[in-house]
């Protein structure tokens, strides 16, 4: 009678600490979720300013335009303009990256496995040589 209540004892341990795993990964997978809706914040705000930019770029080469300049993006006017909504894209674009990421990592949470290596590192390159028989 007494191994019977060892094996369900250990049986029961072994049920906690799957049931701790997944209230960690709940957890942190929920806090991964915060993090995205606030990247999702802060891409949308980015986004209006990248539309505010492009009006005022459209502006910039309408007046110049108007003023009978033939190539409008040679001013230094257009130019900044351009270049503001240029890197106002960029750093939206990196929050989608971002929470591409995140999503990632939830997903490589619930499978139990390490997130996939950075962009341009691939399996092949990771594996150490192994020595060649002579």
Do not use: H
């Not at 906690?16 to 979720?33: Q, S, V």
């Amino acid at each position: 009678m007494r191994a019977d209540y060892q094996g369900f004892a250990i049986k029961g341990l072994k049920g906690l600490k799957g049931a701790g795993w997944y209230a960690t990964t709940l957890a942190l997978n929920m806090m991964r979720r915060g993090l995205i809706l606030g990247r999702y914040t802060l891409a949308c705000w980015q986004k209006q300013k990248v539309n505010k930019a492009m009006r005022r770029l459209g502006e910039q080469f309408f007046q110049a335009l108007e003023q009978g300049e033939s190539n409008p993006l040679v001013r230094s006017e257009v130019s900044d303009a351009v270049q503001k909504a240029k890197d106002l894209k960029e750093v939206k674009d990196k929050n989608y990256q971002a929470v591409a990421a995140i999503r990632e990592k939830i997903r490589a949470a619930w499978v139990k496995e390490s997130p996939p290596p950075p962009a341009g590192k691939t399996e092949e390159a990771e594996k150490p040589q192994e020595p060649t028989a002579s």
